[in-house]
């Protein structure tokens, strides 16, 4: 049995070794990425519409008509260059259709558009010139889907890195150095093959799943057959076959974790997340707007706005800026000139019924302004209503109450999975020593396993080498040839 279970651990890995080793150094780029690429954290500060605005400020729905603009989906304040205009964004566009109007005039600026919008933002921020600014519409390896925000403007600044800006939320939505994307770049065709195919192309994900198959394996027979083996093949002497087996056992585990959490991932591609590529279509008809989300803002003491479509009727979300033990964090109240029973969750739900057609009565739900164990960083979008519904209490719905996107979908799989990849393949349960001692574990991790394979290669070889002379000089005895014992 152990003979046979030793055939099997070399066989797969034979078959898996160069893959193998690919994933293993190349899964170093991604601390490196945290820790010698690293971009430096910029501040957005939150855009507050002063009160002197309220004396001078043309009603939003007299520039939208006056500008035959009768369906929008976006419209609130923004500052460029200490003055300041109402943005709105055409509803039902191919692509973003945003237009900055004057708020004392309602007139349009021929000065100011997205592009330049994108610029200010970004040299506000950095605090340094730009040299230039792109559209981006797709996800690429530069900017991965692991962004999950689109459309943003790529701002190049002057020391080369680069910003990608939301200018409907004015935030960042990823802050790259040239660095990071080429670390990035050979980290997705490397790590995740994305030179065979996309995202959820059969072509990368069948091959890459037999490759975690054959390496789970590996670990399984491997582990077995040398922990059975272990009281006679440990010995004093440091030798290949000795640190190959050593590490072997040692780091046994770790691989499973590895390869398993890997085999979780892959299966997970064959059932895409179709939800992320939803856009919010909430169209927004002019005709229903019966109130001025200015005033509403000034009479609660808000900061700005956002309109929002609830049912058939059009509400003010005043955003207010708040502080959660010296975070900053917003708040939302709804307006009609006078405060209306309405609700982040009532928001929620009307973009859940209106995109996934999915409804119910809540069994619970609740504001999420940090990222944690049921919402993570992968997502993004902050802040975000979290709900469950009674009909569905293993499914968590998370809902962007500002911009209407739905930012994540968690079942018990996805639960699960996250659970399988963070704690296995990315070593979370490690945080509390601090990200760079995590890190550091993880590295002497990726290295003892390139180390243990390529171990395993040598001996391979040179078994194969003896294999090969033992054959050669027993073909010479056996046709009578003489053979120098000395």
């Keep these: 049995m152990i003979k046979s279970l030793l055939v099997w651990h070399r066989r797969f890995a034979l078959l898996c070794v160069i893959p193998f080793v690919v994933w293993a150094l190349s899964g170093l780029l991604h601390p490196a990425m945290s820790h010698f690429a690293k971009a430096e954290r910029l501040n957005t500060p939150f855009i507050k519409v002063p009160n002197h605005i309220s004396a001078v400020a043309v009603p939003l729905k007299s520039v939208l008509v006056a500008h035959n603009i009768t369906a929008f989906s976006h419209a609130r304040v923004i500052e460029y260059k200490a003055a300041y205009y109402y943005q709105v964004a055409v509803a039902n566009a191919p692509l973003p259709h945003i237009y900055y109007f004057t708020v004392e005039t309602g007139l349009i600026n021929s000065a100011l558009n997205d592009e330049r919008y994108a610029l200010y933002l970004a040299q506000s921020w950095a605090e340094q010139a730009a040299l230039g600014t792109e559209l981006i519409n797709e996800f690429s390896p530069e900017y991965a889907e692991i962004n999950r925000i689109l459309p943003v403007h790529r701002v190049t600044l002057q020391n080369k890195n680069r910003l990608y800006v939301d200018t409907l939320s004015s935030r960042i939505a990823a802050h790259n150095t040239p660095l990071r994307e080429s670390l990035s770049y050979w980290f997705k065709q490397l790590h995740t093959f994305e030179f065979i195919g996309e995202r959820h192309s059969l072509w990368r994900i069948i091959p890459m799943l037999a490759i975690s198959l054959l ?142 057609n999915v409804g119910g009565t809540v069994l619970n739900w609740q504001k999420i302004d940090k990222f944690g164990q049921t919402y993570g960083f992968i997502n993004k979008r902050l802040p975000v209503i979290q709900m469950g519904f009674v009909n569905t209490p293993d499914v968590l719905y998370s809902v962007e109450p500002h911009t209407g996107f739905i930012a994540n979908i968690e079942t018990n799989w996805q639960s699960a999975r996250s659970w399988h990849f963070g704690y296995l393949h990315k070593y979370h349960f490690l945080n509390p020593l601090g990200r760079e001692v995590r890190d550091a574990i993880v590295t002497g991790i990726i290295i003892g396993l390139a180390l243990t394979a390529l171990f395993g290669v040598r001996l391979y070889i040179g078994r194969r080498r003896r294999q090969k002379s033992a054959i050669v000089r027993r073909g010479v005895l056996s046709s009578g040839g003489y053979v120098d014992s000395h």
């Design 215 to 356: 390496l789970f394996g590996t670990g399984v027979f491997g582990l077995v057959s040398y922990a059975l083996l272990w009281r006679r093949l440990k010995s004093k002497r440091v030798t290949t076959p000795v640190l190959h087996r050593s590490l072997g056992v040692v780091l046994s585990v770790c691989m499973l974790g590895f390869a398993s959490s890997s085999i979780h991932i892959l299966v997970d591609k064959f059932f895409p997340e179709t939800f992320r590529a939803l856009s919010p279509g909430n169209a927004i008809f002019t005709d229903r707007l019966n109130h001025d989300p200015l005033k509403d803002v000034f009479d609660s003491n808000g900061d700005n706005f956002q309109l929002v479509a609830v049912g058939e009727q059009v509400v003010t979300q005043v955003a207010k800026q708040a502080f959660l033990q010296k975070r900053p964090i917003v708040e939302f109240s709804y307006w009609q000139n006078t405060a209306v029973n309405v609700t982040s969750v009532d928001v929620a739900l009307a973009q859940l019924q209106r995109q996934l």
